[in-house]
């Protein structure tokens, strides 16, 4: 019987011949991240001191400060500054702040490393599976376990197949994919599993579209979002300077637990509606929402590519009046290229604001909340009520295009209504 | 451990973590950010709830982030034992390495808010007192048994001597 990447990895993780789904077994943990919100912290600090007081290897662990930067609050600088005191106390050279979501921060510093276990404080770690690691959420207290030992248990998930095959249509992106793909899983429907993604639209994908799409895979409810390791993810990593790295790819005749099939051809935008992210229907049946908030950002959609997608649609417009665009790119690096690349000034040019590198808007922190009877379009991966400010606002989630779409209409668009008859377009 | 009782506070489907701690509130201590938990879906939920009570929901209880400062709210506020019908993953192992008792009962739609209820946790089952009813739970693993009885992951690891 073949293995899936889960099984393999898992396999040599745990340091043993091979392994199934369903089994238990203690991995030895190839990055543990902690970002300042659920960091040191929260249980981690105080209880560090009784397990003997020393992290197991400093160098395996990576600290990012991005929910609370730039700070709003004394309380929300307190906590940064928490952070990065305590990574210098315990000799974690790695830390990053102002640097952007830790998820797009990992990958691009090279902690996200192929066949490798990368477990973090945060539910959107599973983004690492785009480049072929195993990478999952876990809480304070797990996290406390691995930062003293280095090792933590976990079940050998079974895997569910999920194949994208045909050709993306123009002004339609990775976004519509994920979302499209948890619409029909549902919310639930990957609880305890891994979901590995594949297939001629899942190759065809630049890496920056990749990770829209696994960093959701935990709104199935699953444990790992993983894609097969490719030329196009090799090019990445040699780009950013990883070299030491094994390649596993699940054997044709490994057990997946479910398997679905989707043609691409036929995938037109799509929009989660509030409060599920599994609420998902196409962008032209919710039409007549009126948008306040436009959120062009985060780790799910705030990549260099999904501004160049942005900037191309908005060149030449203006965003609706009364509306606000928030732009925030998901790294420094990436800012710095938006910048560079020319994309950033069009999109001021429009009548957007650019913002740092943060997670502010995506979670409500900072930086552009909504009012009560305020709708928002985001790029983002979460919809849940309250998640973005007021309980009574309401977030619909849709890809970078069809934010600015949104954005210039004033109301959800499907982002081809405005590229129809643009012979400059290219996606 | 032996058996359990206290009252339920009942809720439904996907009551998710930014239900359970709003973002907005996450930079106050477990304490503070106690008194807005829930307060999307039941905002009496913090002054209503009494230690020892059970928290019961349905189905895909605890999706979304993985703060830990779920459960331990919940904790906080002196939940011992959470019901549900399924779990999302994260949570339960948070629930498990703080010490909260996670029990996945496939009728916890049949009981009601204000339902007194007594947990019997090494025989899987909850007694309805109220209704006169018993409900069969899934037995939980060995090695999760193991970190529960010595009150979470914490005490597990120094009781390891690690
Ligand atoms: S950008 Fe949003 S989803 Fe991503 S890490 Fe930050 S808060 Fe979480």
């Known amino acids: 019987m073949g293995k899936t990447i889960s099984e393999k990895i898992l396999a040599e993780a745990s340091g043993q011949k091979e392994v199934s789904a369903g089994q238990i077994v203690w991995v030895q943990v190839g ?16 209880k560090l001191r009784e397990l003997g007081n020393k992290v197991w290897d400093p ?19 307190e906590i940064v500054k928490f952070t990065r005191d305590w990574a210098r106390e315990y000799g974690v050279e790695k830390y990053y702040e102002f640097a952007g979501p830790c998820h797009q921060v990992m990958a691009e510093t090279g902690n996200v490393i192929p066949g490798t276990v990368v477990l973090g404080t945060d539910s959107h770690t599973c983004m690492g599976g785009a480049l072929g690691a195993f990478a999952s959420g876990v809480g304070s207290t797990e996290m406390l376990g691995i930062l003293a030992v280095g090792q ?9 197949k999920v194949v994208w095959e045909g050709a993306l249509r123009d002004g339609v992106m990775a976004k519509d994919i994920s979302l499209k793909t948890i619409g029909t899983i549902g919310h639930a429907g990957a609880t305890y599993k891994a979901v590995e993604y594949m297939g001629s639209v899942i190759s065809a994908l630049p890496m920056d579209e990749r990770m829209a799409i696994t960093n959701m895979a935990v709104e199935m409810g699953a444990k790992v979002g993983l894609m097969p390791t490719d030329e196009v993810t090799k090019a990445y990593l040699e780009r950013i300077g990883v070299k030491d790295y094994k390649v596993y790819s699940s054997d044709e005749d490994a057990a997946f637990c479910e398997t679905y099939a989707f043609d691409a051809s036929a995938l037109t935008p799509q929009v989660a509606c509030p409060h599920s992210v599994d609420n998902v229907t196409d962008a032209g049946n919710v039409r007549e929402v009126p948008i ?3 959120y062009l950002g985060s780790c799910t959609g705030g990549r260099l590519n999904d501004i160049k997608m942005a900037a191309q649609l908005l060149k030449g417009k203006k965003i609706h009046s009364g509306l606000r ?16 690349a020319g994309y950033l000034k069009i999109l001021a040019e429009a009548g957007a604001v650019i913002l740092a590198p943060t997670c502010g808007v995506c979670v ?14 985001s790029s983002s991966n979460r919809n849940f009520i309250g998640r973005m400010g007021s309980k009574q606002g309401n977030i619909y989630l849709g890809s970078p295009l069809t934010v600015a779409a949104s954005a210039v209409t004033g109301h959800i668009t499907d982002p081809r209504e405005l590229l129809q008859g643009d012979p400059t377009w290219v996606n | 451990m032996g058996e359990l009782t206290g009252k339920a506070l009942k809720y439904g489907d996907n009551i998710n973590t930014d239900i359970i701690s709003p973002p907005q509130y996450m930079e106050l201590s477990i304490e503070e950010a106690s008194a807005y938990s829930m307060s999307a879906v039941d905002p009496e939920f913090s002054a209503r709830v009494r230690p020892g009570d059970f928290f019961v929901a349905e189905n895909n209880l605890g999706s979304g982030s993985s703060r830990e400062t779920s459960p331990l709210t919940l904790k906080y506020l002196g939940i011992h034992v959470v019901v549900a019908r399924s779990y999302a993953r994260i949570f339960y192992r948070n629930c498990i390495n703080v010490g909260i008792i996670p029990l996945i009962c ?51 690891l120094k009781g390891k001597g690690r």
């Open chain 1, 31 to 46: 990055r543990a991240m902690m970002d300042d919100i659920l960091g040191p912290r929260v249980e981690i600090a105080e």
């Open chain 1, 59 to 77: 160098e395996k662990v990576v600290i990012i400060s991005d929910h609370y930067t730039p700070p709003a609050s004394i309380k929300q600088a």
């Open chain 1, 152 to 160: 933590t248990w976990l079940k050998v998930p079974e895997t569910i």
């Open chain 1, 292 to 294: 306040h908030q436009a």
């Open chain 1, 325 to 340: 665009m928030l732009v925030s790119p998901a790294s420094k690096p990436i800012w710095k290229a938006a910048d560079e």
């Open chain 1, 364 to 377: 409500g922190l900072h930086s552009g909340l909504i009012a009560g009877g305020e709708n928002c379009i």
């Open chain 2, 106 to 156: 496939e009728k916890s739609n049949q009981i009601e808010d204000g339902d007194e209820l007594k947990a019997d946790i090494e025989g899987g089952r909850i007694l309805n007192l109220t209704k006169n009813e018993s409900y069969e739970c899934e037995s939980l693993p060995e090695h999760i048994m193991a970190i529960i009885h010595v009150g979470g992951l914490f005490q597990y």
